[in-house]
Structures are given as C-alpha cells and as structure tokens.
C-alpha cells in the first residue's frame, strides 16, 4: 500500500495484492535400533553375549516411523541383511498392521505401509515394528564387532506436496549402543 500516488492517476493511495501458495513437504522420522534385551511380548533374545564364534545368537530390530506434518503414503522401508544373520520369521507390529516381509535369497527386509497419518509419532503413538534375527558369528569375526543389519532406507510419498520423501539409518553392529543393558565393548566375537 503506498499513500504517495502519482498526481496524474487522481487516487488517494494504491494498494496491490499478491497470494503465494507455499507448500511445505514433512520430514518423516525414521530410527532403527538394535537389542539383545528387549521386552516385546512373544519375541525371547537368546544366545551368548558377546556372541561367540560358531554360536547363534538372537536380537531384535526395531524401526519406527513419525510423521510430524503430513499424511505420507506409500511407505517403504528396507535393508539387507549381511552374510551369517538370518531372519527368524518372528515380528511384532505397534499402531499398524503391516508387518515386515523377508526375501530369503537376496538377504532383503522390507516393510510396507499404504498410509501413515499426519502427526503420527507427535500426538499418536509412532507406527513401529519389531523382527527378530538370528547370527551365527564365523572364526573371521572373531575380536570385533559384527554387522547385524546395514544401512536401514525409508521412502515415502508426502501427500500434501505430492512430493518423495526419504530417510536413512546407520547400520548395526553387534555392540548395540542402543541397549542400555550392553556394557561397552561386550560386541566383539569371542572364540
């Protein structure tokens, strides 16, 4: 709005107006975590810890999802499971349906879901499920820690942008910094 119009124009002031529609795409929230002590109902880690070379040792994976924005559909998350760590087919899923599904041949997990609300993990409970592995850790292992999951991918469609969006985790090993009942250093293969 400016008071100072051009004599000429015979206008007290002129006013413009402009409209910006400005859609702002959600960041999902993706966290993958490791334990060996875990409390999910129906699902019992075993095994020694640290693991040992020749000897199957049990853990479970947890991925949770937030959506803080907006609706996403079309949610995918993977990771492939390294040489020597097996699914054990047991999983547990929290706020949805969708559990996790494993290709034998290619080492692979996924988990699908066609649609995780706006706000999920903020003023809802965070979609979340748990699988279960197996590893059985070989003599070339032996003095360090061991890779149980690698590098965990989500990728998802925000609805309102109608844009893709993603996430990622770092892998897990075998020291399982996310369990507070492992002590520093327990990860390592012993013979």
């Known amino acids: ?3 100072n119009a051009p004599p000429y124009l015979a206008l007290n002031k002129i006013i413009s107006t402009a ?3 400005i859609k702002i795409e959600t960041a999902p929230i993706f966290t ?3 334990l060996y002590y875990d409390d999910v109902p129906g ?5 020694p810890i640290p693991p040992k070379v020749e000897t199957q040792t ?3 994976v947890h991925w949770r999802i937030a959506s803080p924005a907006n609706d996403l559909e079309n949610v995918e998350v ?3 499971l390294p040489a020597g760590v097996t699914p054990t087919g047991a999983t547990r899923s ?3 349906d969708s559990v996790p599904s494993f290709n034998e041949i290619t080492g692979e997990v996924a988990w699908f879901i066609p649609r995780v609300p706006a706000n999920t993990g903020i003023t809802s409970p965070a979609y979340e499920t748990v699988f279960q592995i197996a ?3 070989s003599i070339t292992q032996l003095g360090q820690p061991v890779e149980l999951v690698r590098e965990s991918m989500l990728g998802a469609v925000d609805v309102f942008t109608g844009r893709a969006v993603s996430a990622r985790t770092q892998l897990i090993r075998t020291n399982l910094p996310d369990d507070p009942e492992i002590k520093q250093g327990s990860g390592a293969v012993v013979p």
């Open 135 to 137: 590893l059985t850790p």
């Open 58 to 60: 049990l853990y479970t």
């Open 19 to 21: 409209f910006t529609d």
């Open 94 to 96: 929290f706020y949805t």
């Open 1 to 3: 709005e400016s008071i």
């Open 78 to 80: 993977r990771t492939t």
């Open 43 to 47: 699902i019992i880690n075993s095994g």
């Open 32 to 34: 993958s975590r490791g």
